[in-house]
């Protein structure tokens, strides 16, 4: 049988309108702020700290980031503290996570908190935080708020980011739950696909009857075949 990775692909190529084909890895900070004619400099990225694309805004402050280049850290702080667009603002605070600055943990962490903020930026935020193990339930809180209420493609995102969080209360683990156990019955099919991936991976055993349940009413091939890939993983898992 196919992985499960690969019917996740292609219910997402189905639902794709435009594919655009890409070869490589992925470009470089550098790379990129060149294209735009961006000297890669210090001083030069100190100035784009302040270009008017935003796209440069931010990538400048991750090639600093990048660089170690601490010295600019007062200027990249200025450079939050004036952004006015809430995703290059989001990225030029997780520049100042890297160089491990607190200002830049907090403005996520705000990110994740404020139900006024884009649901595609409180999850990207969490992830964010998440990489640097800092999986507060304040962010936890706002990946659940994602998956109840934002775009199909932000669901998916907030099912995937749920197992991910460690040390949780009794009442935490049980909300968590709850809500992937819902997002099994979303209208979207990638986003049942990503629920029933996220159930395998956070391990509850319980999360086999949702899946059999869910795997009964499916009425997609390439979802029920994907649940069934995670029944099988969860009940390896409950062997074990």
Same mark, same amino acid.
């Given at each position: 049988?196919?992985?499960?990775?690969?019917?996740?692909?292609?219910?997402?190529?189905?639902?794709?309108?435009?594919?655009?084909?890409?070869?490589?890895?992925?470009?470089?900070?550098?790379?990129?702020?060149?294209?735009?004619?961006?000297?890669?400099?210090?001083?030069?990225?100190?100035?784009?700290?302040?270009?008017?694309?935003?796209?440069?805004?931010?990538?400048?402050?991750?090639?600093?980031?990048?660089?170690?280049?601490?010295?600019?850290?007062?200027?990249?702080?200025?450079?939050?503290?004036?952004?006015?667009?809430?995703?290059?603002?989001?990225?030029?605070?997780?520049?100042?996570?890297?160089?491990?600055?607190?200002?830049?943990?907090?403005?996520?962490?705000?990110?994740?908190?404020?139900?006024?903020?884009?649901?595609?930026?409180?999850?990207?935020?969490?992830?964010?935080?998440?990489?640097?193990?800092?999986?507060?339930?304040?962010?936890?809180?706002?990946?659940?708020?994602?998956?109840?209420?934002?775009?199909?493609?932000?669901?998916?995102?907030?099912?995937?980011?749920?197992?991910?969080? %460690?040390?949780?209360?009794?009442?935490?683990?049980?909300?968590?739950?709850?809500?992937?156990?819902?997002?099994?019955?979303?209208?979207?099919?990638?986003? %049942?696909?990503?629920?029933?991936?996220?159930?395998?991976?956070?391990?509850?055993?319980?999360?086999?009857?949702?899946?059999?349940?869910?795997?009964?009413?499916?009425?997609?091939?390439?979802? %029920?075949?994907?649940?069934?890939?995670?029944?099988?993983?969860?009940?390896?898992?409950?062997?074990?």
């Amino acid at each position: 049988m196919f992985s499960h990775g690969l019917f996740k692909a292609v219910i997402l190529l189905a639902m794709l309108v435009q594919v655009q084909e890409q070869s490589g890895p992925p470009p470089t900070f550098g790379e990129v702020l060149k294209r735009h004619n961006i000297e890669l400099t210090q001083s030069a990225l100190i100035a784009a700290l302040k270009n008017p694309d935003p796209e440069v805004r931010y990538l400048a402050a991750h090639k600093l980031a990048e660089d170690r280049a601490t010295e600019a850290i007062p200027l990249i702080k200025q450079a939050l503290a004036s952004e006015k667009v809430p995703w290059t603002r989001m990225n030029i605070a997780f520049a100042l996570v890297v160089m491990g600055e607190s200002v830049g943990f907090d403005t996520l962490e705000g990110n994740c908190k404020n139900d006024n903020t884009n649901e595609g930026i409180r999850a990207r935020s969490a992830e964010y935080l998440l990489r640097f193990n800092r999986d507060s339930t304040i962010c936890l809180s706002g990946v659940l708020d994602v998956l109840k209420d934002g775009s199909n493609g932000d669901k998916m995102v907030a099912a995937e980011l749920l197992p991910r969080y %460690r040390n949780l209360s009794k009442e935490d683990s049980e909300t968590v739950f709850t809500g992937l156990v819902e997002a099994l019955h979303a209208p979207g099919p990638a986003v %049942r696909i990503a629920a029933g991936q996220a159930l395998a991976d956070l391990g509850d055993a319980r999360g086999i009857v949702e899946l059999e349940r869910a795997i009964g009413v499916e009425q997609e091939q390439v979802v %029920r075949l994907g649940l069934e890939d995670d029944l099988k993983t969860l009940r390896k898992k409950g062997r074990q």
